[in-house]
């Protein structure tokens, strides 16, 4: 099992093009420098073993308008990926794919950029304001030429994939692109079949909204423009450069398929039971910090460089791939009594004989005592073992000879002039001495010259000095050129089995993220997520306000959701934790679909296959008023990409308190929105038992929103705890943070939040003026014929939508029932249906119950005084994990209304949902 996933697009119907896109900086300027030089960019990162990933992007036109494809490619350990894909008019898809690669140039065709056929360039420089947006010629993006040299280039894994690719044109015109401008430009040079080629597919993973990223704080802190304080760096415990690339790209691209994600949390499971697997792992990573650089076994010598790159190139090539072969019997024997599946397969792939083989070729002519840190520019002239090449012996020794010659002239200085000298190599200097003078302005001898100085501490070298470097430096050369002509047959030699090679990267690169995943779940106050139709979360917690925030105790708060009851809206004063409820949801979500444990007592997710987040700013009243057509427009992009497994987050909606416009079109979408419903697939009938519907959260100040939406069975209300406190004769709030059924009783706190940050007295005084002159006047009946309250009679709209509702409740409640039986205790289940019943006729005012008996209910109304007659016969919903839980006891008023208890308890010990 690869960490790289394969995705399958699905078209979106384009939308009417925005016309403000409001962004947010998610990464931090300056982070990486932009400006070198592209020809230096190569001998740059295979030294440094950076990353230094470039894109090519191909957009549709006329018919295939938003048809987007997507080529890149690391410089440093190449991987060529490709996808195709169809987007929408906020490029969301393409923004978070190329927030996960990470580029640091993206390249368009000089006919886009020129025409300003597209917005998706001035995107990128607002999102990635980093990143260099370059144009190649048109001519480059040519799907015939990516075909030609991706069958010279790339290894046979790419045959399997061959005849799939051809129908995907924008992609394979991206991948032209690239690979023309790599090869004219001469920045990298690849060795034939010996490219590694990934094909990216959307359809196992979850698609994030780019503006989500920054404002859930996965990359980078929204108040620190840092990786500090995100929920990458709380995830991030890799040890190797590559695994944290790969970490970083799963985190923004979670997976969604549910058998992955069960296949990472059973090995992490067996990390967690098995400490010291979890500790082998680790152990050996540490050796392999540059496991990544064996993707430069497809980078071929280029023959612009000069012969030390060249050959630093290939020893480097030839020393990781050494250090990972002698760690392949040691990982071998740690997996021996793997039980799950991702380890089963790293076992597997690691028993496999060849590295044996490999292993022992690479010993007969490299020196395996080398340690396995940095190879130093000494020791990388030893590299090579003796009795190879005798011309490379020689070499060598009269290369000793010279630094022996060398100290015994340092020791004569020494003794001569009575001075301290040692004798010191750096790479600008070469060999030279330093002398520490205790004086201030000291005498130095004429036969010595200053190189420089850094305090008290003084670098020396003579002629004679001069000229011993020269001879070494003709030796060097001499020993690099024999050097990089044995390792560079060997590294042909290898190639031949180089897909073996990245089967292995592949498996430790899944190891060192998986082994980061189970350092994150080892907290005891994490458990580990199960998947089904609803989310139930018990006493979830913030995870990055749990471990960066500056507080001692984090509030707990149960999260629901079933396909029955899907929406809630969410009320509270400001800074009663609205947000902070809304931001824990969205990141428990993403945690669960990285095959993570959260931050809860307990926790069962629905797989999201979406993931929308707006958030607004009640805060800024100005701000606020300039993005409403913004909100709507998000609002649009949710209620046209909605699919019954989204999960959508919207924070302050309404961010006034006055009443919503229900003829407006933001009304509207907001409507289609709450109101969307699907079912199951292959359903027999279109049943309550197999409705699926996306969840929705809705935090919003307005709370005669509530009303309008009440008639709708699957909105819920919740509100945040706070109590009025009678301070000096003034009101004011205490907040609890914690989350109940219902909405907000605070009356009036706009104006008690004033008083606790100090508004002129003045202020507040016209403020409750203009507050008893509002409350006098009448609403005008604009939401009188939604009132649920019993008035007696039972002809009025909103009764009746009252007692549809209560019927959708006992429906929700037979299907829970029934779907959780056993099928054995026949008598039992029918003792709980009575009761039901019972609770359902007993809630009912005595109006409404005469008025039932006069219709075909009358049945079910009697039904309480019988017994339920139970049989095989009995078709029971198929609902899987049923919904938000039992219901309380019947009220015993009558006038009492009666609903379904949607929400869990709200206690911070609580284990019940």
Same mark, same amino acid.
Not at 120 to 129: D, K, Y
Not at 573 to 593: D, E, F, W
């Given at each position: ?362 010993? *007969?002519? =490299? %020196? #395996?005592?080398?340690?396995? $840190?940095? &190879? @130093? ?131 430790? *690169?899944? =190891? %060192? #993220?998986?082994?980061?995943? $189970?350092? &994150? @779940? ?392």
């Amino acid at each position: 099992m690869n960490f790289m996933k394969s995705r399958i697009d699905r078209p979106v119907e384009p939308l009417p093009k925005p016309q403000v896109f409001r962004h947010i900086d998610l990464r931090p300027s300056g982070s990486r420098t932009a400006s070198k030089s592209i020809h230096n960019t190569l001998n740059e990162t295979v030294a440094a073993n950076e990353p230094y990933p470039i894109c090519a992007v191909a957009e549709g036109r006329g018919h295939a308008t938003l048809e987007i494809g997507l080529a890149g490619i690391d410089i440093a350990a190449p991987v060529l990926q490709m996808s195709q894909f169809s987007d929408n008019f906020w490029y969301s898809n393409i923004l978070t794919s190329l927030q996960a690669l990470n580029p640091v140039m993206v390249f368009f065709s000089d006919h886009s950029l020129n025409t300003r056929a597209s917005n998706l360039p001035n995107l990128i420089r607002q999102i990635l304001p980093n990143v260099q947006i370059l144009g190649l010629p048109r001519s480059f993006y040519n799907d015939s030429f990516a075909m030609k040299h991706m069958d010279s280039l790339c290894c046979s894994a790419f045959q399997t994939l061959k005849d799939t690719l051809r129908a995907k044109y924008y992609g394979l015109a991206a991948v032209g692109a690239l690979i023309r401008h790599c090869f004219e430009s001469n920045l990298l040079r690849l060795a034939p079949k010996s490219l590694q080629f990934c094909y990216l597919s959307k359809r196992q993973t979850m698609a994030i909204d780019v503006e989500c990223i920054g404002h859930l704080e996965l990359i980078y802190s929204l108040h620190k423009a840092n990786e500090k304080h995100s929920l990458y760096r709380l995830m991030n415990h890799c040890i190797t450069s590559v695994g944290k690339r790969h970490l970083r790209a799963n985190l923004l691209e979670p997976s969604s398929s549910r058998e992955v994600l069960e296949s990472r949390l059973a090995c992490l499971d067996e990390m967690l039971e098995k400490q010291d697997l979890l500790c082998g792992i680790q152990r050996i990573l540490r050796d392999l910090v540059d496991i990544g650089g064996l993707m430069k076994l497809a980078v071929d010598v280029d023959n612009t460089r000069t012969t030390k790159q060249n050959t630093i190139h290939v020893l480097n090539q030839a020393k990781t791939l050494r250090n990972a072969l002698r760690s392949v019997p040691e990982l071998k024997s740690l997996l021996e009594g793997a039980r799950c599946t991702i380890l089963q397969e790293a076992k597997e792939t690691v028993a496999n004989e060849l590295y044996k083989q490999l292993y022992d070729q690479i010993c *007969t002519v =490299l %020196d #395996v005592e080398i340690g396995n $840190a940095h &190879v @130093s520019d000494y020791h990388r002239l030893f590299l090579v073992k003796s009795k190879v090449s005798s011309t490379l012996d020689v070499l060598r020794s009269l290369y000793s000879e010279v630094i022996d010659e060398i100290r015994e002239y340092v020791a004569n200085l020494t003794q001569e002039f009575r001075m301290l000298l040692k004798m010191t190599y750096t790479k600008s200097l070469g060999f030279h001495m330093q002398v520490a003078f205790k004086d201030a302005g000291p005498s130095i001898p004429r036969v010595f010259k200053l190189l420089n100085r850094s305090g008290q501490r003084y670098c020396l070298t003579t002629g004679q000095l001069q000229a011993f470097n020269e001879r070494i430096s003709g030796i060097v050369k001499e020993i690099e050129m024999v050097s990089f002509s044995v390792i560079k047959q060997l590294i042909e030699d290898i190639r031949e089995h180089v897909e073996s090679i990245y089967a292995l990267v592949a498996n430790i *690169t899944d =190891l %060192d #993220v998986l082994q980061s995943l $189970a350092v &994150v @779940s080892q907290d005891k106050d994490f458990c580990r997520p199960t998947f089904g139709r609803s989310t139930k979360i018990v006493a979830a917690r913030h995870p990055l306000l749990e471990a960066y925030g500056e507080i001692e105790k984090v509030v707990k708060n149960n999260i629901i959701a079933t396909p029955e009851y899907n929406v809630f809206i969410v009320t509270g004063p400001n800074m009663s934790g609205k947000t902070v409820y809304m931001k824990t949801i969205s990141l428990l979500q993403i945690m669960a679909q990285l095959g993570c444990y959260v931050p809860a007592a307990r926790a069962e997710f629905r797989i999201a296959d979406r993931l929308m987040v707006v958030f607004g700013a009640a805060e800024n009243i100005e701000h606020d008023l300039s993005n409403s057509s913004r909100m709507s427009r998000k609002l649009e992009v949710i209620a046209h990409s909605l699919t019954v497994n989204s999960l959508v987050v919207i924070d302050e909606l309404f961010g006034d308190t006055q009443s919503p416009d229900i003829s407006g079109s933001r009304w509207k979408l907001l409507e289609r929105i709450v109101g969307f419903v699907g079912f199951q697939a292959g359903a027999a009938c279109e049943s309550l038992a197999a409705v699926e519907r996306p969840f929705v959260y809705l935090t919003t100040h307005c709370h005669d929103i509530l009303r309008p939406l009440e008639h709708m069975h699957n909105v819920s209300r919740l509100c945040l705890q706070t109590e009025v406190l009678d301070v000096d004769g003034f009101e004011r709030l205490r907040f609890k943070y914690t989350v109940a059924e219902g909405k907000t009783n605070v009356k009036n706190y706009g104006i008690s939040l004033a008083r606790c940050v100090r508004i002129p007295e003045t202020v507040i005084s016209r403020a409750e003026e203009i507050n008893e002159d509002l409350k006098n006047r009448t609403i005008g009946g604009r939401f009188t014929h939604n009132t649920t309250t019993w008035n007696g009679s039972f002809s009025t709209q909103a009764n009746i939508h009252h007692f549809d509702k209560r019927l959708y409740d006992l429906y929700a409640q037979l299907a829970l029932l029934l779907s959780e039986s056993d099928g054995e205790d026949m008598g039992a289940l029918g003792l709980q249906i009575n009761e039901l019943l019972e609770r359902f006729v007993g809630a009912l005012p005595s109006d409404v119950v005469n008025y039932l008996k006069e219709t075909p209910l009358e049945t079910l109304l009697t039904a309480k005084n019988h017994t339920v007659n139970v049989n095989a016969d009995l078709t029971m919903p198929s609902i899987s994990e049923g919904i938000a839980g039992e219901s309380e006891a019947a009220a015993t008023d009558g006038s009492e209304p009666f609903e379904i208890d949607e929400t869990i308890l709200i206690g911070e010990d609580s284990e019940e949902l």
